[in-house]
Structure formats: structure tokens, C-alpha cells
């Protein structure tokens, strides 16, 4: 079977039908491509629900600081609500989609994540969120793609003893694109790739240099937790990262044909780079 690409959505890409239609129906198209498997987060409808019970919100470094009145609300909201809705969606486009969440066949197995160490040197704990420790392909996500079915898996863990987890949706799809030997993984949100100093995307970057953009503080907020899931992806095989604009079924349809413009950043491992030597900017992720 061909190699997947992993495709991560920020879940503000999936919050309205306006959105949402249009998504799915490029997801489709890719779909027919390549085998594909899209992984989501469910960032501000999560936000909105703990509003809503009258908990409070805590971040650090992009992370959501994880409670166990807060970890039910993420399984309610990720795993129940927004994975079905994105199901529902391509399956309305023509598509052939499977939800999931990691607990499904132990799809994601994690441990509870150590501290924190931030980008000001505290250590904070996270509380329920799991750091993923998977060792084997995912034998669940080859049979359904061996089967023509995209599996579209919720961020969350399982541990060894039932127990949920939240893990952060950049490392989720970082961890599942390094177990599957993807050819490349999409980090798709809000954000036109990583911005320099006068907020233009840079085009590229090797390993080193984005080590250095968390290093010494140009990168914030949840930009980080994507560099560090890039970084770990590039470790693990994967040729290359794409951190890219969803806010349109265009721009991400462009980044995943690769015709894309300004409105990302390639994170390229050793392996995309010597794959690299000599090709265009418009080499296609999704053949």
C-alpha cells in the first residue's frame, strides 16, 4: 500500500457547516489520491463548553492544562460532537469515513505526560494529558485504509489501565504519521505557517532551525506545540511537514496539491531533504 499522509485540522477549521462542507469535500478528493488519515482537535468548541459548565480555561506553551472536570468535557466535545460531525460531513461529500478516537483498538496508547518545562524554565503539570508511547504500526488504520475508508481519529489517549487522556492534536498526528512511515504530514490551522519578524511565513526549515525559533523565544503559544510535533515527525522518518492556513478548503486544497504560495511553512527532515535535491516547490503531498 502507498505510503499515507497524515492530516492534522485544527478544530476551528470544523465549527461551521460554512466550513466544514467544503473541507470534507477536499478531504474526498485527496482521499482518492492517497490514502489518507485526518486527525482533529476541537480547540475553541472545547473552550466554549467549559464556559458554558463554569470551569476555567488554563494553557501553557499551546498545551491545555488538564483537569478531570475539563478531561470530560474533551471527550464529550473531541471525541463525541466534532468527530462525528466531521464523519457525517464526508460522508455527505461522498466519502467513506470511519471515527475514531485513541482508545479504539488501543489506536493511541500514552502515558501520563511528565511536567512541563516551559519556554520561561517553570515546570508545570499538565494533569490528564498523555504523551503518546506507541511502539508498532497501527495495524486498525492500515486495515481501513487497505478497505478504501478514511479513519478521522479524535485526540485522545488510552492508558494501560482504561484510563482517558487528552493529548494535544499536533503531537497525536505527529506520533501516528511517525508509526505509519507517512510521507508527509499536514499540520493544518489558523495561522499561515510559521511567521518571521515582520509576520511574513517562512517558506522552509530544517530541523535545526526550528529547534532554534523554540530556543530562543520567537516562537509562542500554540505555535510551539506544532514545531515540537514537527520536529518529532521529522525524527521519526517523516520527510516532510507542513504547517499550513486552513482557514479556506482553497488554501489547504492548494498546500495538499502542492501549488501553494505564502500561506505555509515546509519543515523538512533528512529524508524530504535529500528527496528534495532538485525538485520544484510544487511537488504534489498527495500522490
Known sequence: MTAPLVVKLGGELLETPERLAPLAAALVRLAARTPLVVVHGAGREIDAALARAGLVKHQVDGLRITDEATLDIVVSVMGGLVNTRLVAAVGAAGGRAVGLTGADAGLLPVEPAPPHRTTDGRLVDLGRVGAPIGRGRPALLDDLLAAGVMPIVASLGVAGDGRLFNVNADTAAADLAGRLDARALVLAGTTPGVLDGRGQ???????????????????????????????DAVARGVATVIIADGRTPAALASVLDGTAGPGRTILIGQAGAAAAAGETETRHVGR
Open 201 to 231: 511565513p517562512i517558506a522552509r526549515l530544517t530541523a535545526a532551525e526550528t529547534a532554534a525559533l523554540i530556543a530562543d523565544g520567537h516562537a509562542t503559544a500554540g505555535m510551539i506545540a506544532k514545531l515540537r510535533a514537527g520536529l
